[in-house]
C-alpha cells in the first residue's frame, strides 16, 4: 500500500524552527518529485516546496523562500522541511504529497498531515 | 504567478442531481490541471488530472473537462460520499503551483 506518514508537528514560539519529516512506504520514493502543502485551518491549499526524485531540485513559494528549506533522503524513504523563522502566518496543517510522475503533474498520494502551530 | 478562480464558493445540490463546478486560470494553463477532493478532518484526494483524465479508483460519475483558461468538474448524479470541498489546481507555470479557492458542495 502506498503511505505518507508526516510527522514533527507541533507548537512552536514566533522566531523558532520546526523540522516536519514524511516518512514514504509502497513505492519507489527515490523515482518520483514529493512536494508539502499547507492549510490554514478552515482555509484553503497552498503550496510550499517541492523536490525533484533525485534532490538535486529545489522549488519554493515565495512566502517561504529563505526560510525553509526542502530535503530528501532516499535511502530512508523520507521527506523533510526544515522551517526556520517561523511566524504566526505559518501556522497550518502541513500535508506532505506524491507528484504522479513528471514534475508538470498533480499530486496523486497524501499523507495526512502534520498540524503546526506558531504562538507566543 | 497563475490565479486559479473558484465558482461557485457554495454549491447547494440534491442528492441524485448533477453538479458543474467552474475553475478559471489567469492565463493558460492548457490541459495541466487537476482536481481534488476533500471532507473534513481528510487530506486532498486527486479526482481528475490533465484536465479530464480520472485518477485511480475514481467513479466515472466524476468527469473533467476544458482546457486553456476554462475548465469544469462534472459530477453527474450526486451521491452522499460526494458532498465535499472541491480544488483546482495548475501545473503548467511554476513556482508557484498554484490552487483555486474550493468549491463546497452542500445538500440542499
Known amino acids: 500500500e502506498v503511505q505518507l506518514v508526516e510527522s514533527g508537528g507541533g507548537l512552536v514560539q514566533p522566531g523558532g524552527s520546526l523540522r516536519l519529516s514524511c516518512a514514504a512506504s509502497g513505492f519507489t520514493f527515490s523515482s518520483y518529485a514529493m512536494t508539502w502543502v499547507r492549510q490554514t485551518p478552515g482555509k484553503g491549499l497552498e503550496w510550499v516546496s517541492l523536490?525533484?526524485?533525485?534532490?538535486?531540485?529545489?522549488y519554493y513559494a515565495d512566502s517561504v523562500k529563505g526560510r525553509f528549506t526542502i530535503s530528501r533522503d532516499n535511502s530512508k524513504n523520507t521527506l523533510f522541511l526544515q522551517m526556520n523563522s517561523l511566524s504566526a502566518e505559518d501556522t497550518a496543517l502541513y500535508y506532505c504529497?506524491?507528484?504522479?510522475?513528471?514534475?508538470?503533474?498533480?499530486?496523486?498520494?497524501w499523507g495526512q498531515g502534520t498540524m503546526v502551530t506558531v504562538s507566543s | 504567478e497563475r490565479v486559479m478562480t473558484q465558482s461557485p464558493a457554495t454549491l447547494s445540490v440534491a442528492p441524485g442531481e448533477r453538479a458543474t463546478l467552474s475553475c478559471r486560470a489567469s492565463q493558460n494553463v492548457y490541459t495541466n490541471l487537476a482536481w481534488y477532493q476533500q471532507k473534513p478532518g481528510q487530506a486532498p484526494r486527486l479526482l481528475i488530472y490533465?484536465?479530464?483524465t480520472r485518477a485511480t479508483g475514481v467513479p466515472a460519475r466524476f468527469s473533467g473537462s476544458g482546457s486553456g483558461t476554462e475548465f469544469t468538474l462534472t459530477i453527474s448524479s450526486l451521491q452522499s460520499e460526494d458532498f465535499a470541498v472541491y480544488y483546482c489546481?495548475?501545473?503548467?507555470?511554476?513556482?508557484?503551483?498554484?490552487f483555486g479557492g474550493g468549491t463546497k458542495v452542500e445538500i440542499k
Open positions: 489546481q495548475q501545473y503548467n507555470n511554476w513556482p508557484p503551483l498554484t
Open positions: 523536490i525533484t526524485g533525485s534532490g538535486g531540485g529545489t
Open positions: 504529497a506524491k507528484v504522479i510522475l513528471s514534475l508538470h503533474d498533480a499530486f496523486d498520494v
Open positions: 490533465a484536465a479530464s
